[in-house]
């Protein structure tokens, strides 16, 4: 009879904490970031809320987190600034099989979040789950819908910025792994999600900084799987390496002078000299491309101008011009005799031209894809199972993949995405809602197929 008792009090707690919530949270002060209420209840229902409107964004954490952690990232003032309510929950309970916990030491204001299940023999290698938190801008009036409301459409087409880049993958690990927990499975590799900061802005906050932490050796990583990208045919592209970015920018001094006259050896002529010679190695990479059938863009060296300074006004001759480029140089390039060739664009330009990097990656391992890799075999033997036809490429751009694997981790990035348009970062960023499920179901056999790789000799 006390049993019963017990659970009726508790019932009546909750039902009497959603009549508060729903009563009171509608006039609670707009944009307050003061805890809001305490509820009754053993222990007590505690929430922080920010800016009431018709749209709300609930926020719940694991063991390790409170409600004042989602404030102290900044979290909560985000959303209510974009026009979101913020709600915070102080939940009692935690998460059964999984530990979480977060490393804010990484770089001051960022903050990378973990989730662990260990598995039967945690003295092996484990598998790690990456994914980034960050998304990149959106600018709205060119989106069909709200770019963050995730609007779906009459043919299952999902609307949202991160949609591709990497939302989906970040919430089909989790899913696949729930899914593999209430099934009862025990995996024998340790799995690691992690969820890192800063990856669109060059991940010098975010995984570049945190590969070299004390905490991420510590995780035992033998293999680790990243975003990779969508694919318009009924393949899934598979990503082994990347193109290392150099953000370059030549300084061209010249002699300054008056508009009217022609001044010898001036910024501008030096500046244009550099520009012919980048672009020029533009043109013939983009024919290399273009007429070679076992190219991908990942194959050839990408050269981008971005930027021009120089001048002061319409009559005067600048005494010095700067001018930026975005170099992608794929792992099969000599580094160090591309830079030779950029000090003599520079020579040939004429004197005391120099240049200097923004960034600047040398990294150029890449993950073997040989069947006799165990790693590799589990995965594309995953694959096969599950009938996907797999296309092996050199990502073009940049993951934080490229730090896992400078730190001699294989890492492949893949994001099971077929029947679908490359849209990261574009406007009206979508995904259809069936391929979206299909990925969970692939994470499903990847995530046991890599967990379950045979003890290596070493790991004996």
């Not at 393949?235 to 009217?260: D, K, L």
């Not at 240049?355 to 033997?381: L, R």
Request: aromatic fraction near 10%; hydrophobic fraction near 40%; proline fraction near 6%.
């Amino acid at each position: 009879m006390n049993f019963l008792r017990n659970r009726l009090v508790v019932l009546g707690l909750v039902l009497l904490a959603t009549v508060l919530l729903y009563l009171l949270l509608p006039s609670i002060r707009q944009g307050s970031m003061e805890p809001s209420l305490e509820l009754p209840g053993d222990p007590p229902l505690f929430f922080r809320e920010a800016l009431p409107v018709d749209r709300a964004v609930v926020l719940l954490h694991g063991q390790a987190f409170t409600s004042k952690t989602w404030e102290e990232l900044g979290t909560m003032a985000i959303l209510a600034t974009n026009g979101y309510q913020a709600l915070a929950m102080d939940l009692p309970g935690r998460t059964e099989g999984c530990q979480t916990h977060f490393s804010s030491g990484v770089f001051p204001g960022r903050v990378v979040s973990i989730m662990t299940w260990e598995g039967t023999n945690p003295k092996l290698k484990s598998v790690l789950l990456n994914s980034h938190t960050d998304v990149v801008p959106v600018f709205q009036e060119h989106w069909k819908y709200d770019a963050f409301s995730a609007f779906k459409d009459a043919e299952g087409n999902i609307y949202a910025r991160g949609t591709q880049d990497m939302k989906c993958v970040t919430i089909q690990y989790i899913e696949a792994i729930r899914r593999l927990k209430s099934e009862g499975r025990k995996l024998m590799r340790t799995v690691h999600l992690m969820f890192v900061p800063d990856e669109e802005v060059g991940g010098h906050k975010g995984m570049e900084t945190f590969v070299n932490h004390p905490e991420f050796k510590n995780l035992n990583i033998g293999f680790a799987l990243d975003e990779g990208l969508a694919n318009p045919s009924e393949a899934f592209t598979v990503f082994y390496g990347e193109r290392n970015p150099w953000w370059i920018t030549i300084h061209c001094p010249g002699s300054p002078g008056h508009g009217s006259r022609f001044v010898e050896n001036t910024a501008a002529e030096k500046l244009r000299q550099i520009i012919n010679s980048f672009l020029d190695f533009r043109e013939k990479e983009k024919h290399r491309l273009n007429t070679s059938e076992c190219f991908t863009l990942g194959d050839v060296t990408t050269v981008n101008m971005t930027m021009v300074k120089g001048g002061v006004a319409y009559n005067v001759i600048p005494a010095e011009m700067d001018v930026s480029f975005d170099l992608r140089i794929p792992p099969t390039v000599n580094l160090q005799e591309f830079e030779g060739q950029i000090q003599q664009w520079c020579k040939e330009a004429g004197e005391d031209v120099t240049y200097e990097f923004a960034q600047k990656h040398m990294n150029q391992n890449v993950t073997s894809t040989e069947e006799s890799d165990p790693w590799w075999s589990a995965f594309s033997a995953a694959c096969k199972e599950m009938n996907m036809t797999l296309e092996k490429e050199i990502f073009p751009a940049a993951t934080d993949s490229r730090f896992i694997r400078a730190v001699g981790i294989p890492a492949i990035g893949f994001s099971p995405m077929n029947r679908t348009p490359i849209l990261l970062h574009d406007h009206n960023e979508y995904l259809n809602e069936q391929v979206f499920l299909r990925g969970i179901s692939v994470y499903e056999k990847l995530i046991p197929a890599l967990a379950g790789v045979v003890a290596f000799p070493d790991e004996a």
